[in-house]
């Protein structure tokens, strides 16, 4: 029985691409195979990066046969490739096997190359500088898509991947035990093995998930994307500032900062005449302080749809000189992909998006 892409049947409840190396075991006992062609189809799926079962040149035909009708794997479909003329940075925009869209962003850097991916088809969360919630949300992302986003990008360029962003289109607490299962997957010294300190997951402020994540005792960086600095300005700018305030938000941070052991990152996205007067900035690092938190500024970029400016440049370095002298770290994102809408706040699916509310139209009417 397959719904929605998972296989209902094996136990784990998870598509071939999402299981664990024990689930995957376990999948092959159930199906008369030996043990160990768990390790082989996991090397193949993870670290080769193959995507159909008959590439799997030391499988038997026969198994390979079974496999493939009852578990198909899970694969995106590359439907455009954007490079930008001003950075070479590439925005890929990705269909799901129901056509779903989701987009990516591939960055390099001198510390290697890096991937912004998509953790939902669209976002609810409904923040007024960002693009990707325009359309809302259609539907979370499966672990295997998560991670199929990274491994169709290392196969296009034929390049490794170091670090991974989890930044794009949709909020990833939101969808909180598939993003999970994602990390541990991405992680594991059996697939593609990232350095968990080389994974960032970002997030608007759903506290009660924070302090999940950090129970989890993962290696990794959390992004606390604030942007404001009292709750009245941030509700006026996030929604989710109407069901958690800044200080419970910070109270969360502390929690994850103690658990883990790793800093806090504080996402502020400058907006001119908004968010950017010498009062934030004190304000900010006041939070800031307690926490060791890094500030990172990111001037908003432009999106049509919504009225937000950019901070000047020259207002942008004395908000970050503001802050410097009030001793807390402090940096300024790089630009990349501004020409091609893949800079932060601009992922969207603008040319067809129509097929993402099409397909939910078609869901709600089932």
Same mark, same amino acid.
């Given at each position: ?7 209902? !049947? ?9 299981m664990?190396?024990? /689930?995957l ?6 199906? *008369?195979?030996?043990? &160990? ?14 995507? !159909? ?19 198909p ?20 925009? +990705? ?7 989701? !987009?990516?962003? +591939? ?5 290697g190359?890096?991937?912004?991916i998509?953790?939902?088809? *669209? ?5 007024? &500088? ?28 034929? /390049? ?20 999970v ?6 992680t594991?010294e ?10 960032t ?11 999940? #994540? ?19 300005k941030?509700k !006026?700018? $996030?929604?989710?500032? %109407? ?13 994850? &900062? ?7 990152? +504080?996402?502020?996205s ?12 004190? $304000?900010?690092? /006041? ?11 990111i001037?908003?970029?432009?999106v049509?749809?919504? *009225? ?10 004395? +908000? ?26 601009? #992922?969207?699916?603008?040319h067809?998006?129509?097929?993402? /509310?099409? %397909? ?7």
């Amino acid at each position: 029985m397959q719904e929605n892409g998972v296989h209902k !049947e094996s136990g784990a409840g998870w598509d071939i691409k999402s299981m664990t190396m024990d /689930e995957l075991t376990a999948l092959m006992k159930e199906n *008369g195979f030996p043990a &160990f062609r768990a390790k082989q189809l996991y090397r193949w799926i993870h670290v080769s990066l193959v995507r !159909e079962y008959s590439e799997m040149r030391n499988i038997p035909k026969a198994m390979a046969e079974k496999l493939s009708s009852e578990y198909p794997l899970t694969t995106v479909r590359m439907i455009d490739r954007q490079v930008s003329k001003l950075d070479g940075t590439q925005k890929y925009l +990705f269909a799901m096997a129901d056509n779903s869209l989701v !987009e990516s962003v +591939f960055m390099r850097y001198k510390f290697g190359n890096s991937v912004c991916i998509s953790s939902q088809v *669209g976002c609810r969360m409904g923040c007024r &500088f960002c693009a990707s919630t325009l359309d809302g949300l259609i539907r979370s992302l499966t672990p295997s898509e998560m991670l199929d986003q990274i491994y169709e990008i290392q196969r296009v360029t034929g /390049e490794r991947v170091s670090h991974i962003v989890v930044m794009g289109t949709g909020e990833p607490l939101d969808n909180y035990d598939n993003l999970v299962r994602f990390l541990r997957l991405l992680t594991d010294e059996n697939g593609l093995n990232i350095s968990q300190r080389n994974v960032t997951v970002s997030t608007c402020g759903i506290v009660p998930r924070i302090y999940d #994540l950090a129970d989890e005792k993962f290696s990794i960086t959390l992004a606390l994307s604030l942007h404001a600095v009292t709750d009245e300005k941030r509700k !006026e700018i $996030m929604p989710i500032a %109407n069901h958690y305030t800044i200080a419970e938000l910070m109270e969360a941070g502390r929690y994850y &900062f103690d658990q883990t052991g790793r800093q806090v990152t +504080f996402e502020y996205s400058l907006i001119r005449d908004v968010n950017d007067s010498a009062q934030d900035a004190q $304000m900010l690092a /006041e939070l800031a302080r307690p926490l060791k938190a890094h500030i990172n500024l990111i001037p908003v970029n432009p999106v049509k749809e919504r *009225g937000y400016r950019q901070t000047k440049d020259a207002g942008v370095r004395a +908000f970050q000189k503001k802050l410097e002298k009030s001793g807390i770290n402090v940096s300024i994102r790089r630009v990349l992909g501004r020409d091609i809408d893949g800079a932060c706040g601009q #992922l969207r699916h603008r040319h067809i998006s129509g097929c993402n /509310e099409q %397909n939910a139209s078609s869901r709600t009417e089932e």
